[in-house]
């Protein structure tokens, strides 16, 4: 039996089963419950699991779900309910604390220093001093780790980066970073959204994310 829909990148999705139903957990952190069977295909709920891309399949425990992102494990219990129509969502929730929620004042400048001398590498098209503000652990909106995100990106030579706008979040010791754009080389100006952590004491990108939805002034 084959189910076809719409494509999509699904590098690190996973799926599995459990009685009648599928748990599928997707590259953007959404965990889907799906009714399958040979007369068809339908979504019953679908909610959102984690606050970044999540790499590590999704694992099952009696009633448990476990999914990890970046930075969390997070387990969720669905025994209270039994999903059968969409909207419903699972009985409780708990996280492993992971850092602090927010931080500092230090912390946030610290977090736009880094963005602004990695997006100046970026305007420079010096990729290699570049890399250096990303981390090892960097994961594009697509999935894509810092080798296959190089040879997407090409050469950035030229273009233009403003970070006046510049906004920082914090959850979870992590750095939602907002505000910033990359205008090309050939006019078409993008928003930047980047998450942003601290790895050995240097705050460094972890995920980054430009894509046609997010062009300024048109999300």
Same mark, same amino acid.
């Given at each position: 039996?084959?189910?076809?829909?719409? !494509?999509?990148?699904? /590098?690190? @999705?996973? %799926?599995? &089963?459990?009685?009648?139903?599928?748990?599928?957990?997707?590259?953007? #952190?959404?965990?889907?419950?799906?009714?399958?069977?040979?007369?068809?295909?339908?979504?019953?709920?679908?909610?959102?699991?984690?606050?970044?891309?999540?790499?590590?399949?999704?694992?099952?425990?009696?009633?448990?779900?476990?999914?990890?992102?970046?930075?969390?494990?997070?387990?969720?219990?669905?025994?209270?309910?039994?999903?059968?129509?969409?909207?419903?969502?699972?009985? !409780?929730?708990?996280? /492993?604390? @992971?850092? %602090?929620? &927010?931080?500092?004042?230090?912390?946030?400048?610290?977090?736009?220093? #880094?963005?602004?001398?990695?997006?100046?590498?970026?305007?420079?098209?010096?990729?290699?001093?570049?890399?250096?503000?990303?981390?090892?652990?960097?994961?594009?909106?697509?999935?894509?780790?810092?080798?296959?995100?190089?040879?997407?990106?090409?050469?950035?030579?030229?273009?233009?980066?403003?970070?006046?706008?510049?906004?920082?979040?914090?959850?979870?010791?992590?750095?939602?970073?907002?505000?910033?754009?990359?205008?090309?080389?050939?006019?078409?100006?993008?928003?930047?959204?980047?998450?942003?952590?601290?790895?050995?004491?240097?705050?460094?990108?972890?995920?980054?994310?430009?894509?046609?939805?997010?062009?300024?002034?048109?999300?």
């Amino acid at each position: 039996v084959v189910w076809q829909g719409p !494509g999509r990148w699904a /590098a690190y @999705a996973s %799926v599995i &089963a459990v009685d009648d139903r599928l748990l599928v957990l997707t590259d953007e #952190a959404e965990l889907k419950v799906i009714a399958a069977d040979p007369s068809g295909y339908k979504e019953l709920a679908s909610w959102e699991v984690a606050d970044s891309t999540t790499w590590a399949h999704v694992a099952l425990s009696g009633s448990r779900v476990f999914v990890k992102d970046e930075e969390h494990l997070a387990v969720f219990d669905l025994a209270a309910t039994r999903v059968t129509e969409k909207g419903d969502r699972p009985g !409780g929730t708990t996280s /492993a604390p @992971a850092g %602090v929620a &927010a931080g500092s004042s230090k912390d946030t400048e610290a977090v736009k220093v #880094a963005v602004r001398a990695m997006l100046k590498a970026m305007a420079a098209g010096e990729m290699d001093l570049m890399w250096t503000y990303l981390g090892e652990d960097f994961r594009s909106y697509s999935g894509a780790d810092k080798v296959v995100f190089r040879d997407y990106l090409g050469s950035t030579a030229g273009s233009e980066t403003p970070s006046d706008e510049m906004v920082v979040e914090w959850e979870n010791g992590t750095a939602k970073v907002t505000g910033a754009r990359w205008i090309t080389t050939t006019g078409l100006d993008f928003g930047l959204e980047m998450l942003v952590n601290k790895r050995d004491g240097k705050w460094l990108v972890t995920w980054m994310d430009f894509d046609s939805r997010r062009i300024h002034g048109q999300e």
